[in-house]
């Protein structure tokens, strides 16, 4: 289990600013260094890679650092995937990061955040 670093790109486009924030090479049992940007309001999250068997990854917000709690999707579901996905994210907590909560000796993820303000 470790935790692996978040790669931010800014993105300017037509005067938006956003952000892309990457978390590679999840394994079963890591999750992603948590990001703070609260002020980002506008979030989805994209997850791709081999799942393996039993493959699962999470998304998870906090707003003290420390108890993380999964986050939903507009239809109140928690983002949680066992395949490639992309959801819109409902919750605006100050930090945030993916989890992998399962998986066997071949699951290995990426997770592709874009926040805009």
Do not use: C
């Not at 420390?66 to 490639?84: E, R």
Request: glycine fraction near 12%; aromatic fraction near 6%; avoid cysteine.
């Amino acid at each position: 289990m470790a935790t692996r670093a978040a790669t931010v790109t800014r993105i300017e486009t037509y005067g938006d600013k956003a952000h892309v924030i990457s978390w590679a090479g999840l394994l079963n049992g890591d999750d992603g260094a948590p990001i703070e940007m609260p002020g980002s309001a506008d979030r989805s999250i994209q997850f791709q890679g081999t799942f393996g068997v039993g493959g699962t990854i999470v998304l998870e917000g906090s707003n003290n650092g420390t108890d993380y709690h999964p986050l939903t999707d507009p239809q109140g579901n928690d983002i949680s995937k066992t395949a490639a996905d992309l959801e819109a994210v409902t919750e605006l907590t100050r930090f945030i990061r993916p989890r992998v909560s399962a998986g066997d000796g071949s699951t290995t993820l990426v997770a592709t955040l874009l926040v805009k303000r």
